[in-house]
């Protein structure tokens, strides 16, 4: 018995040593300095996802100045509630989304943890747990940090004389709605992850894993963007079968709320029970797949490392030709576009950025669209400035994620090779980038946007506004390439260069302009003529060439820069006698 029960105090002892080590392996990213660790970095990670909800029950009471507690409000007064208290389950939703995607390559073990702890005395159920237990700690903290002092301040500042009854109520409502809107969105994506690997197998899930991640991203965004327009849609209606309202997760966790609260409108039990249910899904259903993946995980790891390596390297393709023929003639073309490409595609780092910044392109543009379909005089059919705006606000967001992921290096230590072949140019090396970031712009706005917009509008103009966002998108690449000296992914990273807190609002500006403004501009030069139209895009060009002009003329004598220096810790005056 003694023996049994030491056995089991050290298995514990190796799941505990097991779980901390998967712990940490979260926070291990390309993006932290050198001089930083992952402890620091989870600090100040922690204190900028609790802000909001610190600061939340402040804004609620200028909100509330007239009401003497929230308690008191009229029945008919009660919808003006609904998006403050969506909104701590919507944000917390999101944020557990957006990490679990950011960790998309660590939810599952990979081949480094099959090599190095099946060579240990490790029984295979010690490895499991220790890796389930860091998997259910990892969304646990995160939740919890967006609560932090949320279920307490809100009814201690907006409900006074409220008896401790009614508070244990809310308390408990609000921390039970939180927790389970948190957990639905990481056991979410661990079920879809854990179902495509049993599916797919390691080689495929690996092909189609950026997508899957672009389409999480876009998803868990949505929890913050639409949660509004979702609730509007139930107050109008209070009907729970309405499809946006069944459809729409954060809306299950919101009548759990209201349910749990005191709140015994039918629809609320509707949305609770739903909640409960998806829930109970996802969680199985990511039980379930991952146990299966991890029983057959290290046998397909090994066979995807073969198939691998045996597997020869792809080239050629049509599109590639064309590609090659027309825009890519020179062999440093299309070094650089396929480094850039193969370098996107395999790097996490680099991929999770870019998703990022597109899936936030895709929901403001949805957004857009959804305020056109609401608006009773705004059609599909008509070129409106919301409508127009789409493929601005896409371009805007790929171009400015494309260029700021080809400031952070793949691997620091290999940049010798272009070291050596630089052949000092700087001119060469830049076209060739931007000649690939105009391929992906070209791809964004004719593939997937011009289809649309011909069935929408006509083909005259769809043309025309193909061409207007062809004409900004070499605007933007040209602001975008302004002062850089580097060849993608080669460069040493020096974060804060980019100064975002003292220069946000400039960003804010260029971002505004080019969206929005200009979308503007276009519509109303589509509404007077086409010539006024073509004039634009003609001033558009002409800018574009200017700037480039300027760069090039600036530039002209730099070398490539593979090494960023931080700024002097004091500058010299050069005083002279």
């Known amino acids: 018995?003694?023996?049994?029960?030491?056995?089991?105090?050290?298995?514990?002892?190796?799941?505990?040593?097991?779980?901390?080590?998967?712990?940490?392996?979260?926070?291990?990213?390309?993006?932290?300095?050198?001089?930083?660790?992952?402890?620091?970095?989870?600090?100040?990670?922690?204190?900028?996802?609790?802000?909001?909800?610190?600061?939340?029950?402040?804004?609620?009471?200028?909100?509330?100045?007239?009401?003497?507690?929230?308690?008191?409000?009229?029945?008919?007064?009660?919808?003006?509630?609904?998006?403050?208290?969506?909104?701590?389950?919507?944000?917390?939703?999101?944020?557990?989304?957006?990490?679990?995607?950011?960790?998309?390559?660590?939810?599952?073990?990979?081949?480094?943890?099959?090599?190095?702890?099946?060579?240990?005395?490790?029984?295979?159920?010690?490895?499991?747990?220790?890796?389930?237990?860091?998997?259910?700690?990892?969304?646990?903290?995160?939740?919890?940090?967006?609560?932090?002092?949320?279920?307490?301040?809100?009814?201690?500042?907006?409900?006074?004389?409220?008896?401790?009854?009614?508070?244990?109520?809310?308390?408990?409502?609000?921390?039970?709605?939180?927790?389970?809107?948190?957990?639905?969105?990481?056991?979410?994506?661990?079920?879809?992850?854990?179902?495509?690997?049993?599916?797919?197998?390691?080689?495929?899930?690996?092909?189609?894993?950026?997508?899957?991640?672009?389409?999480?991203?876009?998803?868990?965004?949505?929890?913050?963007?639409?949660?509004?327009?979702?609730?509007?849609?139930?107050?109008?209606?209070?009907?729970?079968?309405?499809?946006?309202?069944?459809?729409?997760?954060?809306?299950?966790?919101?009548?759990?709320?209201?349910?749990?609260?005191?709140?015994?409108?039918?629809?609320?039990?509707?949305?609770?029970?739903?909640?409960?249910?998806?829930?109970?899904?996802?969680?199985?259903?990511?039980?379930?797949?991952?146990?299966?993946?991890?029983?057959?995980?290290?046998?397909?790891?090994?066979?995807?490392?073969?198939?691998?390596?045996?597997?020869?390297?792809?080239?050629?393709?049509?599109?590639?030709?064309?590609?090659?023929?027309?825009?890519?003639?020179?062999q440093l073309d299309r070094a650089i576009f396929r480094f850039v490409t193969a370098t996107t595609l395999r790097s996490p780092t680099h991929r999770l950025v870019l998703v990022g910044y597109v899936g936030v392109g895709f929901a403001l543009a949805l957004d857009g669209v959804l305020a056109t379909l609401s608006h009773r005089e705004l059609r599909l059919n008509r070129p409106t400035a919301p409508l127009l705006s789409v493929q601005l606000l896409l371009s805007f967001f790929l171009l400015s994620g494309l260029r700021l992921i080809f400031a952070l290096p793949a691997e620091v230590r290999a940049n010798w090779v272009f070291r050596l072949t630089e052949t000092g140019e700087r001119g060469r090396y830049i076209s060739a980038v931007r000649k690939s970031l105009h391929v992906y712009s070209f791809g964004l706005l004719c593939v997937l946007l011009s289809p649309l917009y011909v069935i929408l509008w006509g083909a005259q103009v769809a043309s025309l506004h193909l061409l207007f966002g062809l004409a900004a998108s070499s605007l933007l690449i040209e602001l975008l390439l302004c002062n850089f000296r580097k060849i993608p992914f080669t460069c040493a990273y020096l974060p804060g260069k980019a100064r975002i807190t003292s220069r946000w609002p400039l960003y804010w500006l260029a971002f505004a302009s080019y969206g929005y403004w200009m979308a503007e501009i276009e519509e109303k030069a589509l509404a007077h003529s086409t010539t006024a139209t073509a004039l634009v895009v003609l001033a558009l060009v002409s800018l574009s060439a200017a700037v480039r002009r300027w760069s090039d003329r600036s530039q002209h004598a730099s070398h490539m820069v593979f090494e960023e220096e931080p700024e002097p810790a004091m500058d010299a005056i050069d005083l002279k006698g």
């Open 1 to 330: 018995m003694r023996a049994l029960t030491r056995g089991w105090r050290e298995e514990a002892a190796h799941v505990r040593l097991l779980a901390r080590g998967f712990f940490r392996r979260f926070f291990e990213n390309e993006l932290v300095s050198r001089d930083g660790t992952s402890g620091l970095t989870v600090v100040h990670l922690l204190a900028l996802l609790a802000l909001p909800s610190v600061l939340m029950p402040f804004l609620l009471m200028l909100k509330y100045m007239d009401v003497v507690s929230l308690m008191d409000l009229p029945p008919e007064m009660e919808p003006r509630t609904w998006t403050d208290k969506a909104f701590f389950i919507s944000y917390a939703m999101s944020v557990v989304g957006f990490l679990t995607v950011a960790e998309w390559d660590a939810l599952f073990l990979n081949r480094r943890d099959f090599h190095i702890l099946g060579c240990l005395p490790l029984r295979a159920r010690t490895i499991f747990a220790g890796k389930l237990a860091a998997l259910l700690f990892f969304p646990a903290v995160f939740i919890l940090d967006t609560m932090n002092i949320g279920p307490l301040m809100v009814p201690a500042l907006l409900m006074p004389g409220a008896s401790p009854g009614e508070m244990a109520r809310y308390v408990i409502a609000h921390v039970a709605a939180v927790s389970a809107g948190g957990f639905f969105a990481f056991f979410l994506l661990l079920a879809v992850q854990a179902v495509l690997i049993n599916l797919l197998g390691h080689r495929h899930f690996r092909r189609v894993s950026p997508y899957v991640q672009f389409a999480s991203f876009w998803l868990y965004l949505s929890f913050l963007t639409l949660c509004p327009k979702a609730l509007a849609r139930f107050g109008q209606s209070r009907d729970s079968h309405d499809l946006m309202v069944r459809a729409f997760p954060p809306m299950w966790f919101f009548g759990m709320f209201q349910h749990l609260s005191g709140q015994k409108a039918p629809e609320y039990a509707e949305l609770h029970a739903i909640g409960l249910t998806a829930l109970a899904l996802v969680t199985s259903a990511a039980v379930l797949g991952y146990v299966a993946a991890y029983a057959r995980g290290p046998r397909r790891m090994l066979e995807h490392r073969e198939a691998t390596a045996a597997e020869p390297p792809a080239t050629g393709t049509g599109l590639t030709r064309l590609l090659d023929r027309i825009l890519l003639r020179t």
